[in-house]
């Protein structure tokens, strides 16, 4: 590694490099979150946990494509007293956790966001933005302004941690749902969760492959429309973003932080590249700001803006 | 690579034994032993299995009635077809010229099957035998009878074979004989006792492990164990890397992501 700085504080939490695992990927165990740190992430994201456990849609729940990845896993997780259990002593990880944190009304919400209150989690993400999960994000109207607003003031009041709202890249007025958030006091925005629904079917059995036939789109397909995303939100928040679709590579990483992005988080490049993917980005950047005389993350924030 | 079923139509199938059944297909796997594919039935559901033939173009499937899924495999006919995508994970790593044990426990017979075809193909004979123990309930469940030279079988009612574990067969064989390795797959209380007992005698052990499957390709972190992805970084562990993983023998995780005792 070179002696380039990677480090970025990010609402308070300082981390040694901006890339993050996005949530969903990997992050069902502290021993999964700890193996991705050791892979050279700057933070991690758990899978998002809502109060009871679920099941999640039955198989194929994950697919690939030329230009990206489909998925429908439909949230499946343990619920919050076992994921409670999981995450503790979270500072064996050894890189800041997020929480991701969903629910089908906004109680919800901080149900789960109560129950994790006494683990060390360095900051709560809430997506409402999946879109394809019946009772969650899109599909529950959770992507509109006063629901954003709502859901992101309840947590507000039962948590001093950062808020990250993680949105939809689908919604046109994206910029008015994240003042919505920003008013109702969260911290930062991911920007995006995957886009879509989409649909692959295989044509030998006439039938769409996912077995919720629809699922999100993510990966290379995914950035240029997550890039400009991040970048009109730089222009309409004052709160920092956390960049996220189809990174996986250090230049990716940069035309990113470049559209506004103070970290940048990583999924599917976690299959195009191997689970070192955040230890290969972070060297591709460090390299890349030696070659072009840039010395911090934090000087390259907006640089696409005129 | 592309990620996504490729429709196969089954050209044979095969009884095993009175809950197994082979089904055959005619496609070109690049297929190592100890890997698995995902095998799925549009509409209904897709789970793993590993591929227990490898015959010129034609690959089987040893499939277990077990459940919905496996029940509904079991009622396809010649000319219908399945989903098969992969191979995935990472197969088994062979030490030819030595003499060598497979311990099969059930279904996990089909795991180890191409392995000791494999095994059977590169070892030289002056320099190395294969040992085959195979493992069951009772009699009726034995697969593979006649496929394998030295096959030696237990069952826990005496009704075929040494009246035992494989455990035992094992733990009475190396009374009198060495192996350099051994190769495992079966009901996880089983893979964990034949490492133990590969531990005491010093011998080289890999152990195909199962946890449930969703994507296959390491990115969903369902088939966590202790922090190795059951689908990519296994299904085939050594022994070095099980006695760094907590879970082994002890918890598996549900498609919730719940932890339960094994
Ligand atoms: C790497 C690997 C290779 C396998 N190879 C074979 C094989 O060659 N032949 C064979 O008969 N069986 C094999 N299995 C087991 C097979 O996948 C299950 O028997 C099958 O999924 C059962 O489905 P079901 O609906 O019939 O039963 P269910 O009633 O749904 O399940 C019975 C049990 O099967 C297991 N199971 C169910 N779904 C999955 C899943 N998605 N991933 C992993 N395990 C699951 C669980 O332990 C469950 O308790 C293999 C499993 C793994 C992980
Ligand atoms: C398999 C898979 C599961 C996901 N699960 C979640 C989830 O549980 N919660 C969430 O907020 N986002 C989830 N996402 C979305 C990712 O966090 C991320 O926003 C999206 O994949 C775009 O980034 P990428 O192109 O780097 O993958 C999931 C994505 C994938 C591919
Ligand atoms: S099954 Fe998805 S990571 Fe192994």
């Not at chain 1, 507000?156 to 709202?165: A, D, G, M, N, Q």
């Not at chain 2, 689908?231 to 099980?242: A, M, R, S, V, Y």
């Amino acid at each position: 590694m070179s002696k380039i700085n990677l480090s970025v504080n990010l609402c308070g939490i300082q981390l040694t490099n901006p890339t993050i695992l996005a949530s969903g990927i990997l992050g069902t165990t502290k021993a999964l979150l700890k193996r991705v740190a050791e892979n050279g992430a700057g933070a991690v994201t758990i899978k998002s946990i809502s109060v009871e456990s679920r099941e999640g849609h039955k198989n194929p729940t994950v697919i690939t494509f030329e230009a990206g990845m489909l998925n429908a896993v439909g949230y499946s997780n343990p619920g919050v007293d076992a994921a409670a259990r999981e995450f503790t002593n979270l500072q064996d990880v050894g890189v800041p956790v997020i929480a991701s944190v969903i629910g089908t009304q906004k109680e919800d919400f901080v149900r789960v966001v109560d129950g994790l209150s006494a683990q060390r989690f360095s900051a709560i993400e809430i997506p409402l933005s999946c879109p394809h999960t019946p009772g969650f994000g899109l599909l529950a109207g959770q992507g509109t302004p006063q629901a954003t607003f709502d859901i992101t003031s309840a947590v507000r009041k039962v948590t001093k941690l950062p808020i990250f709202v993680k949105l939809s890249p689908n919604i046109p007025e994206i910029c008015t749902i994240a003042k919505a958030a920003e008013d109702a006091g969260a911290d930062a925005i991911t920007a995006v969760n995957s886009m879509g629904p989409g649909m692959i079917i295989n044509i030998e059995s006439q039938k769409p492959i996912l077995s919720f036939k629809a699922g999100g789109v993510t990966g290379d397909a995914l950035r240029p429309i997550a890039v400009r995303c991040v970048y009109d939100l730089y222009k309409a928040i004052k709160i920092p973003i956390i960049g996220v679709g189809g990174i996986s590579t250090g230049r990716h990483a940069i035309e990113m932080i470049m559209a506004g992005a103070s970290a940048i988080g990583i999924g599917t490049g976690v299959y195009s590249r191997g689970i070192d993917v955040f230890r290969k980005v972070c060297e591709e950047i460090s390299l890349w700001m030696q070659e072009n005389g840039f010395d911090s993350i934090k000087s390259m924030v907006g640089a696409a803006h005129d | 690579m592309i990620e996504q079923p490729m429709m196969a139509k089954i050209c044979d199938i095969q009884e095993e034994s009175p809950g197994v059944k082979t089904f055959f297909f005619k496609l070109n796997l690049n297929f190592e032993p100890g890997q698995f594919v995902m095998v799925w039935i549009p509409l209904l559901d897709e789970k793993p299995f590993t591929i227990s033939y490898i015959q010129k173009d034609l690959v089987g499937i040893s499939v277990l009635k077990r459940g919905v899924f496996t029940n509904a495999i079991h009622s396809k006919k010649i000319g219908d077809m399945l989903g098969i995508r992969g191979p995935y994970g990472r197969g088994f790593s062979l030490k030819p010229d030595s003499n060598s044990c497979v311990v099969g426990g059930g279904i996990g017979m089909a795991s180890l099957a191409t392995l000791v075809d494999r095994l059977n193909l590169v070892v030289d004979k002056r320099r190395g035998h294969v040992t085959v123990i195979q493992g069951a309930r009772t009699a009726a469940e034995i697969i593979y009878q006649k496929r394998f030279r030295d096959m030696k079988l237990c069952t826990e009612d005496g009704t075929a074979g040494f009246r035992g574990t494989t455990v035992d067969l094992l733990k009475d064989l190396l009374k009198k004989q060495r192996f350099q390795k051994v190769y495992t797959c079966g009901p996880e209380k089983m893979l964990y006792k034949v490492v133990e007992l590969c531990g005491e005698h010093g011998i080289e052990c890999e152990v195909s492990l199962e946890r449930y499957i969703k994507c296959g390709f390491g990115v969903c972190g369902q088939c966590d164990c202790s922090g190795q992805r059951v689908c990519i970084d296994g299904p085939i562990f050594n022994i070095q890397e099980l006695s760094r993983m907590e879970d082994f023998g002890k918890i598996t995780i549900t498609k919730t992501g719940a932890r339960v005792i094994h």
